[in-house]
């Protein structure tokens, strides 16, 4: 009878042993997961611009669970900053085109535009540009200059059209 119990109990042992060295293993990955987030949060963070200035006081200059939800925050507060920025910058680049698409909310999926291609008659010339071998953004008063040109162009085109029919 004690060589039951003995068995029994060696056998709860054997599962309980078990069961200990799974939670290990899924300890060592949840670990390891936590680990990759944290490298995550910490790219962002850098890249975005942020600093240990953005977060509140007693945070810490390194990313732990404890602070992990402060680091996103400051993370979220960045990004709103930068989508109006970017907001604002469309804007003014809307002002260049003729329909602009009304904006309910500054969202992320409002900010979205797909762009396709025009179905109406192509007004370019065959000439080489001397600004397709810039490689610097334009300013707003080069984009201004260039559309008004390529306005011109394409009214003379029409002109043109017109008269030789």
């Not at 309980?16 to 490298?39: C, F, G, P, V």
């Not at 025009?118 to 600004?131: A, F």
Request: aromatic share 4%.
């Amino acid at each position: 009878e004690k060589v039951k119990i003995l068995e029994t109990l060696e056998e709860k042992w054997n599962d309980i042993d078990n069961k200990a060295k799974n939670y290990e293993i899924k300890h060592q990955e949840s670990q390891q997961t936590l680990n990759h987030i944290r490298s995550g949060v910490e790219s962002i963070f850098r890249r975005i611009g942020c600093t240990v200035h953005d977060l509140p006081n007693g945070s810490g200059n390194t990313i732990s669970e404890a602070n992990m939800m402060h680091f996103l925050a400051a993370i979220e507060q960045r990004t709103n900053e930068l989508l109006r920025v970017y907001d604002v910058l469309r804007e003014g680049e809307d002002e260049f085109e003729t329909t602009r698409p009304t904006r309910a909310a500054s969202s992320v999926a409002n900010l979205q535009v797909n762009k396709l291609p025009s179905t109406v008659e192509d007004y370019s010339d065959d000439e080489d540009d001397d600004d397709e071998d810039d490689q610097r953004p334009f300013t707003v008063e080069e984009l201004k200059a260039k559309t008004r040109l390529k306005t011109k162009r394409a009214a003379a085109k029409n002109k043109m059209g017109k008269v030789r029919n």
